[in-house]
């Protein structure tokens, strides 16, 4: 399966994006998806997960009650809607895919830039 992220952007703090994740190829299996980050100098790190059916939903602590995962499996897309942003939030962001969301994470997109300035 082939990811293709897209949405980041430059915006102020207190701002709102909305990244999208469209996945192709091999979209008949059913996976887990996941969006992830890495900010300059630090380790990648899990932001957000959502099952197959989107039953179930995992967030980092840092970003709990501003951002919210959510698919629309007819148009085979994961979207991160980030509310409240914050300087820290500046890194880019990588949508994965997989078969359970607590992963392990077997396919990734190539990642779009997310700038927040003060």
């Known amino acids: 399966v082939q990811l293709q992220a897209s949405g980041g952007g430059l915006v102020q703090a207190g701002g709102s994006l909305r990244l999208s994740c469209a996945a192709s190829?091999?979209?008949?299996?059913?996976?887990?998806m996941g969006w992830f980050r890495q900010a300059p100098g630090k380790e990648r790190e899990s932001v957000a997960a959502?099952?197959?059916?989107?039953?179930?939903?995992e967030y980092a602590d840092s970003v709990k009650g501003r951002f919210t995962i959510s698919r629309d499996n007819a148009k085979n897309t994961v979207y991160l809607r980030m509310s409240s942003l914050k300087v820290e939030d500046t890194a880019v962001y990588y949508c994965?895919?997989?078969?359970?969301?607590?992963?392990?994470?077997?396919?990734w997109g190539q990642g779009t830039l997310v700038t927040v300035s003060s």
């Open positions: 959502i099952s197959w059916t989107g039953g179930s939903t």
């Open positions: 190829g091999r979209t008949d299996s059913r996976y887990a």
């Open positions: 994965a895919a997989g078969s359970d969301y607590e992963g392990p994470f077997d396919y």
